[in-house]
T-cell receptor
Framework: GDSVTQMEGPVTLSEEAFLTINCTYTATGYPSLFWYVQYPGEGLQLLLKATKADDKGSNKGFEATYRKETTSFHLEKGSVQVSDSAVYFC?????????????FGTGTQLKVEL | DAMVIQNPRYQVTQFGKPVTLSCSQTLNHNVMYWYQQKSSQAPKLLFHYYDKDFNNEADTPDNFQSRRPNTSFCFLDIRSPGLGDAAMYLCATASVGANVLTFGAGSRLTVL
């Protein structure tokens, strides 16, 4: 079945540092790929998405590129802020069948310190 | 603002005492989902509705039931909560054909 693998956390960075959170997936066909963010005590919010190979999703300074050849969708940000501290989930929906059903990775906690 | 609202945000129950969590939406989305998220784990899909059609995941325990009386509301019933059912329960909605889910803030269940 479909699966998503994320790097384990927590990831601790200083403010203005560069962020990479690795995500790889296993799926048949051409899934859509997502990053969701969960701030403390809150539900999940869509951060960005990409629906086909070589698409780049971007939002709030974060970006990720859909790489079919490496089945990856790594999240990057050039300069993190304390307010970016949250748990980040990589996820996919299948291309066919399964409707909108999301398969999540286990999440990566990011802590940004001053 | 259109949104997904879950109530209660925090629920404490005793072992074996039934619990109902609610979810309402103003987005008029056809599809509603219930996810279970245990500490430091990925959200796990329990079931979803496409309009009134109920779709249970194969590994969802019978202890978990759901009702969707109308488009706007969906309920999660846990008939006899065990300690292992303590988790955050997330409701989400989506339009058919759209691949983006809108999540509520979640209901955190504690079982004593």
């Amino acid at each position: 079945g479909d699966s998503v693998t994320q790097m384990e956390g927590p990831v601790t960075l200083s403010e203005e540092a560069f962020l990479t959170i690795n995500c790889t997936y296993t799926a048949t066909g051409y899934p859509s790929l997502f990053w969701y963010v969960q701030y403390p005590g809150e539900g999940l919010q869509l951060l960005l998405k990409a629906t086909k190979a070589d698409d780049k999703g971007s939002n709030k300074g974060f970006e990720a590129t859909y790489r079919k050849e490496t089945t990856s969708f790594h999240l990057e940000k050039g300069s993190v802020q304390v307010s970016d501290s949250a748990v980040y989930f990589c996820a996919l929906t299948p291309f066919t069948g399964g409707g909108n059903k999301l398969t999540f990775g286990t999440g990566t906690q990011l802590k940004v310190e001053l | 603002d259109a949104m997904v609202i879950q109530n209660p945000r925090y629920q404490v129950t005793q072992f074996g005492k039934p619990v109902t969590l609610s979810c309402s939406q103003t987005l008029n989305h056809n599809v509603m989902y219930w996810y279970q998220q245990k500490s430091s784990q990925a959200p796990k899909l329990l079931f979803h509705y496409y309009d009134k059609d109920f779709n249970n995941e194969a590994d969802t325990p019978d202890n978990f039931q759901s009702r969707r009386p109308n488009t706007s509301f969906c309920f999660l019933d846990i008939r006899s909560p065990g300690l292992g059912d303590a988790a955050m329960y997330l409701c989400a909605t989506a339009s058919v054909g759209a691949n983006v889910l809108t999540f509520g803030a979640g209901s955190r269940l504690t079982v004593l």
